[in-house]
């Protein structure tokens, strides 16, 4: 079976201070992983994805993430947060046909 | 990037009665949809996948003649709420991939259904 676990519920990062979410996944086989992110009472917008080419994907806004398969985790990070990054985060793995959402993670950036 | 329109975008509508939920793909083909409830707080759970010209595949425990979804075109999927209680009241998204593309899929707006 597969699934998904994001670990923090909540993260809280100063303006201009790195961003690190963390999403850890559990799959029989070589997984498709996706971070997508939310505003208030919007859709969700793909950040990135990995699909077993590059291991270091870069995304849109400055985020990107990293397959590590002995750690089994797509943590998703940002070197410098800006306010307009304050969302809900979503790791996502499985084929589009069935994507298995984590529980998200929101992200709040403080002055 | 592909873009998928969710319409209308906030809905309330009184105990008992339907409400349809419009999600167009607006520059591409969609072969399959998929819609998602997301309760406040909480992950988008996976209600059915949608496959134009066929029968909606639903996920267990998703009642479908509570939930109807048709996917009449390659550019359109509704999901109807039959009877809609309070408890129905919800955030639903569609999703839709791209053909040929199948690793893409692209999310609509999201629609809030209040039943009063």
């Known amino acids: 079976a597969q699934s998904v676990t994001q670990l923090d519920s909540h993260v809280s990062v100063s303006e201009g201070t790195p961003v690190l979410l963390r999403c850890n996944y559990s799959s029989s086989y070589s997984p498709s992983l996706f971070w997508y992110v939310q505003h208030p009472n919007k859709g969700l917008q793909l950040l990135l994805k990995?699909?077993?080419?590059?291991?270091l994907v870069k995304g849109i806004n400055g985020f990107e993430a990293e397959f590590k398969k002995s750690e089994t985790s797509f943590h998703l990070t940002k070197p410098s947060a800006h306010m307009s990054d304050a969302a809900e985060y979503f790791c996502?793995?499985?084929?589009?046909?069935?994507?298995?959402f984590g529980t998200g993670t929101l992200l709040a950036v403080q002055p | 990037g592909a873009v998928v329109s969710q319409h209308p975008s906030r809905v309330i509508c009184k105990s008992g009665t339907s409400v349809k939920i419009e999600c167009r793909s607006l520059d591409f083909q969609a072969t399959t949809m998929f819609w998602y409830r997301q309760f406040p707080k909480q992950s988008l759970m996976l209600m059915a996948t949608?496959?134009?010209?066929?029968?909606?595949?639903?996920e267990q425990g998703v009642e479908k003649d509570k939930f109807l979804i048709n996917h009449a075109s390659l550019t359109l999927s509704t999901l109807t709420v039959t009877s809609a209680h309070p408890e129905d009241s919800s955030f639903y998204i569609c999703s839709a991939r791209v053909i040929g593309r199948n690793t893409e899929a692209f999310f609509g707006q999201g629609t809030r259904l209040t039943v009063v």
């Open positions: 949608s496959n134009e010209g066929s029968k909606a595949t639903y």
């Open positions: 990995y699909t077993s080419a590059a291991t």
């Open positions: 996502a793995g499985g084929a589009t046909n069935k994507l298995i």
